[in-house]
């Protein structure tokens, strides 16, 4: 039998490299298996846990990023794309989930305080379904028993918990689901233009997939190098530097990267001459990413009944996870 894929964003706004780096390049290349199924959710009814108060925002997103999506190549004939909040499924599977882990488990993950101190939420009282999004996420997987999760390496939390709640299922009530594992870059994660966080929508910090050529090489001139490195000839520091984290992630040619690096360490490399390098990489990158979006964008009704179509094809599957479910819990009344 096939595996099941199963990844997600919220569409909360525009998708950026982090989230190229991070998971859509996977996602392409489960796509082209023949013994993997993929499906990519967008998680509307996750993104109201912190974004309950603009509604109108999120669902504007939830184009931009099926736009996005079909920029980058994900083809919504081999790949099930839905829309999280129609598969009413998710939320009962949250439901029965909660009952599965210790309260402490959800309120310690360490991405979740991360997010909160990051967005500023009050520390004391963050909206309890944000706290508790997590759970939620692991009925995103399980509905579809999805096993192999592409995420970004701040998502392995999730896919953790998603593991604990399937093992902790089966051993309850007689096995329904696979135990899911995250897949990850090699290199970590990509750093935002300024260094030190990552690449986040919240931080304002990214290079977006639907940014202009012109933005693009302003944002590439903007990132942090080292501070240190002020002429030509100085040595500069590679470790920090964002300029190299982008080319690792995204330069085709990495032996030339790894001479440039050294010639950066030794001195007589300037950063005007490594930055217009990225912008050339990024161009080549996103230059065809731009031109398939806009061409996809000159028809939203189409792209909205890729949506419905992957949302039905979803929710027959959710429908028979459903089923198997309510019968291993003894909920199966009538
Ligand atoms: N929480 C993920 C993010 O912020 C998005 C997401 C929602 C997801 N549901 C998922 C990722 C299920 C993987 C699997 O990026």
Same mark, same amino acid.
């Given at each position: 039998?096939?595996?099941?894929?199963?990844?997600?964003?919220?569409?909360?706004?525009?998708?950026?490299?982090?989230?190229?780096?991070?998971?859509?390049?996977?996602?392409?290349?489960?796509?082209?298996?023949?013994?993997?199924?993929?499906?990519?959710?967008?998680?509307?009814?996750?993104?109201?846990?912190?974004?309950?108060?603009?509604?109108?925002?999120?669902?504007?997103?939830?184009?931009?990023?099926?736009?996005?999506?079909?920029?980058?190549?994900?083809?919504?004939?081999?790949?099930?794309?839905?829309?999280?909040?129609?598969?009413?499924?998710?939320?009962?599977?949250?439901?029965?989930?909660?009952?599965?882990?210790?309260?402490?488990?959800?309120?310690?993950?360490?991405?979740?305080?991360?997010?909160?101190?990051?967005?500023?939420?009050?520390?004391?009282?963050?909206?309890?379904?944000?706290?508790?999004?997590?759970?939620?996420?692991?009925?995103?997987?399980?509905?579809? +028993?999805?096993?192999?999760?592409?995420?970004? *390496?701040?998502?392995?939390? %999730?896919?953790? @918990? $998603?593991? !604990?709640?399937? /093992?902790?299922?089966?051993?309850?009530?007689?096995?329904?689901?696979?135990?899911?594992?995250?897949?990850?870059?090699?290199?970590?994660?990509?750093?935002?233009?300024?260094?030190?966080?990552?690449?986040?929508?919240?931080?304002?910090?990214?290079?977006?997939?639907?940014?202009?050529?012109?933005?693009?090489?302003?944002?590439?001139?903007?990132?942090?190098?080292?501070?240190?490195?002020?002429?030509?000839?100085?040595?500069?520091?590679?470790?920090?530097?964002?300029?190299?984290?982008?080319?690792?992630?995204?330069?085709?040619?990495?032996?030339?990267?790894?001479?440039?690096?050294?010639?950066?360490?030794?001195?007589?490399?300037?950063?005007?001459?490594?930055?217009?390098?990225?912008?050339?990489?990024?161009?080549?990158?996103?230059?065809?990413?731009? +031109?398939?979006?806009?061409?996809?964008?000159? *028809?939203?009704?189409?792209? %909205?009944?890729? @949506? $419905?179509? !992957?949302?039905? /094809?979803?929710?027959?599957?959710?429908?028979?996870?459903?089923?198997?479910?309510?019968?291993?819990?003894?909920?199966?009344?009538?």
């Amino acid at each position: 039998m096939a595996q099941v894929m199963l990844t997600g964003d919220r569409p909360t706004g525009p998708l950026h490299l982090g989230h190229y780096y991070g998971s859509l390049r996977a996602r392409l290349q489960y796509q082209e298996d023949p013994e993997v199924d993929t499906f990519v959710l967008l998680a509307d009814a996750q993104a109201y846990t912190d974004h309950a108060d603009r509604p109108e925002q999120v669902q504007q997103n939830v184009l931009e990023v099926a736009l996005d999506y079909l920029a980058v190549g994900i083809d919504m004939d081999r790949t099930t794309v839905f829309v999280q909040s129609q598969v009413p499924e998710i939320h009962e599977l949250f439901v029965y989930f909660l009952n599965l882990i210790p309260l402490d488990m959800v309120l310690g993950n360490p991405t979740v305080k991360t997010e909160i101190e990051q967005k500023g939420m009050k520390q004391e009282s963050p909206p309890a379904g944000f706290a508790m999004y997590p759970v939620h996420q692991a009925g995103d997987i399980l509905v579809v +028993k999805g096993e192999i999760v592409p995420v970004g *390496d701040d998502q392995n939390p %999730m896919i953790e @918990l $998603a593991r !604990g709640i399937a /093992r902790r299922f089966n051993q309850a009530y007689g096995d329904v689901f696979p135990e899911p594992h995250a897949v990850t870059p090699r290199g970590g994660r990509l750093p935002g233009i300024s260094g030190g966080a990552k690449a986040s929508k919240t931080l304002g910090n990214a290079i977006y997939l639907g940014d202009s050529a012109d933005e693009v090489s302003q944002k590439v001139n903007s990132m942090y190098t080292d501070p240190g490195h002020v002429r030509v000839e100085d040595p500069g520091k590679v470790e920090g530097n964002v300029v190299f984290a982008y080319l690792d992630a995204f330069d085709p040619r990495q032996s030339e990267v790894e001479q440039l690096k050294a010639q950066y360490e030794h001195g007589g490399l300037g950063d005007v001459a490594l930055k217009s390098r990225l912008s050339e990489v990024l161009d080549g990158l996103l230059s065809p990413i731009r +031109k398939r979006r806009a061409e996809f964008a000159k *028809d939203p009704g189409q792209v %909205m009944r890729y @949506l $419905a179509e !992957g949302t039905k /094809r979803t929710r027959a599957i959710a429908g028979q996870t459903i089923d198997e479910v309510r019968a291993a819990m003894r909920l199966d009344y009538f």
